[in-house]
């Protein structure tokens, strides 16, 4: 499984706190969307963790959240982590965690919304176009 990150991989957003991708990969569409929840990190942010992770907090947290509309295989699932966790490896990892959520979604624009206005932003389809004159969106 290839990608080419000169076609299949286009950021769309980019704000302070908040970036979101889209990513082509197998005739199947995603998004991924990297939150900096600006806080420390708390068991709930893995799931995955019956008993959480204890006494390793970190004093930032960061989410990257993978949307598909499609039930993805495993080694999509892998490509979209390795993805991921690339799109974040300039974070001092000794100071924060990283996790990557894997989510099926209809409406990727609906779910950039509601992480935006989380984060205090407007909608996505209300930001106006000048923002998208500059390098950031902020």
């Excluded at 893995?46 to 959240?65: C, M, S, V, Y």
Aim: aromatic fraction near 10%.
């Amino acid at each position: 499984m290839n990608i080419d990150f000169l076609k299949q991989l286009q950021r769309i957003l980019r704000l302070k706190d908040l970036e979101a991708w889209d990513v082509a990969m197998n005739g199947k569409d995603c998004r991924i969307i990297i939150v900096d929840e600006g806080r420390p990190s708390r068991d709930e942010d893995f799931p995955w963790l019956k008993d959480g992770i204890g006494e390793d907090k970190r004093e930032n947290h960061i989410t990257a959240h993978v949307f598909s509309t499609k039930s993805l295989e495993k080694s999509e699932e892998r490509m979209l982590y390795y993805i991921a966790e690339h799109l974040t490896d300039h974070v001092a990892l000794a100071h924060c965690h990283v996790t990557v959520l894997f989510q099926q979604e209809d409406d990727y624009d609906h779910a950039l919304s509601r992480l935006l206005q989380a984060k205090g932003y407007s909608e996505y389809h209300t930001i106006p176009l000048s923002k998208f004159f500059r390098f950031s969106q902020d």
